[in-house]
């Protein structure tokens, strides 16, 4: 595991829901397992096919798609794992995942090597920390609450995916 690097297409060819070198985009589980859902059951992204669907239908030389083996397996998997995920109890977001691109294609080597060395204070990350009980992570600034907003018996929350600030 941990071993495959990640598919690195040239500057300007990326579609346009791909994070453009030497940006980033963090997402929480919930969110993930929101896009996770939809996306497994047909659901796309208006106005263009968005990666992970562009993905899962892509035909092998023998015909299958990830979704027929076990990728598609594993995202099933994911789902069943969200559904019993203490961390989204009560409209909690649970833990973030972030997927930053390098501006140019580091070395699989350089890359493994500096594992663990650099401070994500450094990072200049911003965090939608929600009122949900999680500590805030040390270091990192916060997004305004107009844009971060958690989701309430009352209506839907605020963030990046409901349009919270413009350029979010």
């Known amino acids: 595991a941990g071993k495959a690097p990640v598919p690195f297409p040239p500057q300007g ?15 929480s589980r919930r969110q993930l397992c929101f896009i996770a859902a939809k996306t497994l059951t047909g659901c796309n992204t208006e106005g263009y096919a968005n990666g992970f ?7 092998a030389p023998y015909g299958c798609t990830p979704t027929n083996g076990e ?5 099933w ?5 969200c559904s019993a995920d203490p961390t989204l ?3 909690a977001q649970g833990p973030s995942v972030v997927v930053a691109k ?17 401070p994500l204070s450094d990072a200049g990350l911003r965090v939608c920390q929600y009122a949900d009980g999680t500590a805030p992570l040390k270091g990192v600034a916060t997004i305004p609450e107009a844009a971060c907003k958690q989701p309430t018996e ?15």
């Not at 669907?53 to 035909?59: C, G, V």
């Not at 990728?71 to 995202?75: D, E």
């Open 53 to 59: 669907l562009r993905f899962l239908e892509t035909k």
């Open 13 to 27: 060819a990326e579609p346009a829901d791909q994070v453009p070198p030497g940006h980033w985009v963090s997402y």
């Open 154 to 168: 009352e209506g839907p929350g605020r963030d990046f995916m409901t349009g919270g600030l413009k350029g979010q």
């Open 89 to 91: 109890a009560k409209g």
């Open 102 to 118: 390098a501006e140019e294609k580091p070395e699989v080597a350089d890359v493994r090597a500096k594992l663990g060395q650099e």
């Open 77 to 81: 998997e994911l789902l069943a794992a």
């Open 71 to 75: 990728f598609g397996r594993a995202v």
